[in-house]
């Protein structure tokens, strides 16, 4: 299959394009900048320029191939509202090319973060009229599963709070910084809030059964552990660093972490039972504990203080 990938020189897109070409699948891959163009020709992928935003980029590149996975996002968190659009509009131009030819649509999403200490699971959706739900406007998995309706085998990835592994910018090494400098590993609480949690590469294997054979309509946990309590995470970071591991008042954590401490607050655990037993997906790589104690954690987290 030839496979337009967006994202694919980030963390869980590059995974997800090594993994497409070793298992056989031509990948086109999406490169806004020239050093993005040599990653791909380096893996051997064919190159795509364009970016996320510029929707004729988004439509060549669809119309090219047999399936699309979008991996891409604007992590720019200073206005995710506008991030959130973003993906909206590359989702439904995607789609738009896609529809009515039954070729693959697979878009990355995120676990949902329901009532505290539920583990959510595939047949789980979020409340989009609930209270609050305007403060999450990330639309990705609803945008992409109504081209299920219009000839499209539509299918989303949702990730958990950690895609874990060598390379990893995203919470746990913002976690290791904030320890190093404050010198503690703190939790919140009590510390028996879950973080469900996948390697990269169990992540993007996940991604290509679903381009090969999930069935339209179809929601997928990338969920290796359903829930890593947060009071683990920080002591492995506590005990790598030689710092003191301590509990702060849940109320405190914003203080403490930053616009991290409501996310490192949450207990939402999430289960892959019924993606495994559909797909047979099964995670091989290291536990997101046994990942943190690596020595490369604690060179990247120091090379991106």
């Known amino acids: 299959m030839r496979v337009f990938v967006t994202g694919a020189t980030g963390f869980i897109g590059s995974a997800t394009v090594r993994e497409l070409i070793e298992a056989g699948h031509q990948v086109l891959g999406l490169a806004r900048l020239d050093t993005a163009e040599a990653m791909l020709a380096a893996v051997g992928a064919e190159v795509h320029r364009g970016a996320l935003d510029d929707l004729d980029s988004l439509r060549s590149g669809a119309a090219a191939a047999d399936g699309v996975i979008h991996t891409a996002f604007v992590h720019d968190f200073s206005d995710f509202a506008r991030a959130c659009e973003t993906d909206q ?8 090319v896609l529809a009515g030819s039954d070729r693959p649509l697979v878009v990355a999403s995120g676990t949902p973060a329901l009532l505290p200490g539920h583990l959510v699971t595939e047949e789980d959706t979020a409340d989009l009229n609930a209270p609050g739900a305007a403060r999450l406007p990330r639309r990705s998995e609803e945008t992409a599963l109504s081209f299920s309706s219009r000839g499209v085998r539509a299918s989303v990835v949702r990730l958990p709070r ?9 919470f746990v090494p913002t976690l290791i910084n904030i320890a190093r400098t404050k010198g ?3 939790y919140p609480g009590d510390g028996s809030q879950r973080w469900p949690a996948v390697h990269r590469k169990d992540a993007a294997h996940l991604f290509r059964l679903a381009l090969e054979s999930a069935p339209k309509g179809s929601r997928l946990h990338a969920v290796g552990d359903e829930g890593v309590p947060v009071r683990e995470i920080a002591g492995v970071i506590g005990r790598r660093l030689g ?4 509990a702060l008042p849940v109320e405190e954590a914003g203080s403490h972490f930053g616009f991290i401490g409501s996310i490192f607050s949450l207990d ?5 039972t019924l993606t495994q037993q559909r797909l047979g997906w099964h995670p091989v790589q290291p536990g997101l504990l046994a990942d943190l104690d690596q020595e490369y ?3 990247m987290a120091l090379q991106n203080a």
């Open 297 to 299: 954690y604690f060179k």
């Open 162 to 170: 950690s895609v874990h592994g060598e390379g990893d910018h995203g």
């Open 89 to 96: 509009r590359a989702i439904e131009t995607l789609g738009a």
């Open 184 to 186: 503690v590993s703190a």
């Open 268 to 272: 939402c655990p999430a289960s892959s």
């Open 243 to 246: 710092v003191p591991v301590v």
